[in-house]
């Protein structure tokens, strides 16, 4: 760990560079549709929130309809949003990036043809929320990969490219670069354009709230992390714990700031597990049980579990990898889920979950592809007809495992959708 001396000084010289760098961001965001909240629009809505006890009420809906991307939208307003699981680059990964790069007359690497058939799902979203869970280097490394990760900063302008417009950084692996690879990671973000939520720069910064704003509704992020393989934070505010009693307190925070929508984000469970632990049950329940949560979703795992709706609250307990090198050992670390929830406005202004669908994915090699093995087959067979409908049917058993399938959970057939 470096002393508090230096880490401040590395601190004051990234919040410098991040004033050029926030101005390009907020040109990017606008450009792909969703806006997100400056810090000053924040500290004066918090500042205005503390004047009053009295939590801004739930906007009314709006006389004109705004039914959103994806499925039809059963109210006056709706919004939908697709998260995914763990962005976790091994060494193969970022072998096939820089002979994707080579073939298509580029320097150095990309992760966009990795990342490619993400994007039908994603632009029939309103909002994409990545989860980048390894810290990043410099574009040109050195690199290295698990235990201790730092990898290539090309799969953080890839995301942005097909798509996401946020991701979270709280994760068992963090810091394991320290923080100099936590400040590497953030700006590498705010330089792509991407907003981020889990890790920070300044103790202040911990205490805000991630804001997106989609055309219908305002939408908060709220993550922890259950632990960092033994590593201890620089700062105790540089990443954000699991920790329900804190983030039902963000919650609250959010809907006084005016939320609509507030999805809460745990990393954490069983590695290759396909059953949510006592601590994801009892963390999920504890956040839909304080009545602020909208959606609570996970990862961490690399492998997919259950969904639940408890309560009349969807529980995402697992969605797999978002990307990772194939697994010679465990099968269930080249599985992914990919998930779409819409929510509706009623007349009365309440949001609610009117539609949740989810798609199935692969890994798959020569090259390296995320790959759908939904019904509908969006992207063709990819690893062999057996094997996809392999795939297809225990992640279907695990995803329907707690009774999902019965509350209303069903396939994402993306070729079926306009």
């Not at 202040?204 to 709220?222: P, W």
């Not at 809907?255 to 601590?279: C, K, P, T």
Request: net charge negative; glycine share 8%; proline share 6%.
């Amino acid at each position: 760990m470096g002393n508090i001396t230096s880490a401040a000084g590395r601190i004051r010289r990234s919040r410098a560079t991040l004033v050029t760098i926030t101005a390009l961001a907020a040109l990017s965001l606008g450009a792909c549709g969703v806006i997100a909240e400056t810090d000053d629009q924040n500290r004066s809505t918090a500042a205005s929130a503390h004047a009053s006890e009295t939590p801004t009420p739930t906007r009314t809906p709006a006389p004109n309809p705004t039914p959103g991307k994806g499925p039809a939208c059963p109210e006056l307003r709706c919004t939908s949003i697709t998260v995914t699981g763990d962005m976790l680059v091994h060494t193969q990964l970022w072998q096939q990036a820089r002979a994707d790069a080579a073939a298509a007359g580029l320097p150095g690497y990309t992760f966009v043809p990795l990342l490619e058939g993400q994007r039908r799902y994603i632009r029939n979203s309103d909002l994409a929320i990545c989860h980048q869970e390894t810290p990043v280097a410099t574009p040109e490394g050195p690199f290295s990969a698990y235990p201790s990760f730092n990898v290539p900063p090309q799969i953080i302008t890839a995301s942005k490219d097909v798509g996401y417009q946020a991701c979270t950084t709280a994760s068992n692996h963090t810091i394991d670069r320290g923080t100099d690879g936590l400040l590497r990671t953030l700006d590498a973000l705010d330089a792509a354009g991407l907003k981020h939520t889990g890790s920070y720069r300044t103790e202040a910064e911990s205490k805000e709230i991630l804001m997106l704003q989609t055309e219908a509704a305002k939408v908060a992020v709220i993550i922890g992390t259950y632990g960092h393989n033994g590593q201890i934070p620089e700062y105790p505010w540089l990443v954000d714990e699991l920790d329900p009693a804190a983030m039902i307190a963000k919650a609250t925070q959010a809907r006084a700031l005016g939320a609509d929508i507030v999805l809460g984000v745990m990393h954490a469970g069983d590695e290759y597990a396909s059953e949510a632990n006592a601590q994801q049950q009892d963390v999920a329940h504890a956040l839909v049980d304080s009545g602020q949560f909208t959606m609570i979703y996970g990862h961490h795992t690399h492998s997919v579990l259950p969904i639940e709706n408890y309560k009349g609250t969807w529980i995402v307990y697992g969605l797999g990898n978002g990307v990772t090198e194939l697994s010679p050992w465990y099968v269930l670390n080249n599985e992914g889920l990919l998930v779409r929830a819409q929510f509706s406005q009623n007349a009365a202004g309440a949001w609610r979950a009117s539609d949740l669908a989810w798609a199935p994915s692969v890994i798959v090699r020569d090259p390296y592809r995320w790959c759908s093995v939904a019904s509908d087959a969006p992207q063709g067979v990819c690893a062999s007809p057996a094997a996809d409908a392999a795939t297809y049917q225990r992640t279907k058993e695990v995803v329907e495992s707690m009774g999902a399938a019965a509350a209303g959970a069903h396939e994402l057939l993306v070729t079926k959708e306009k």
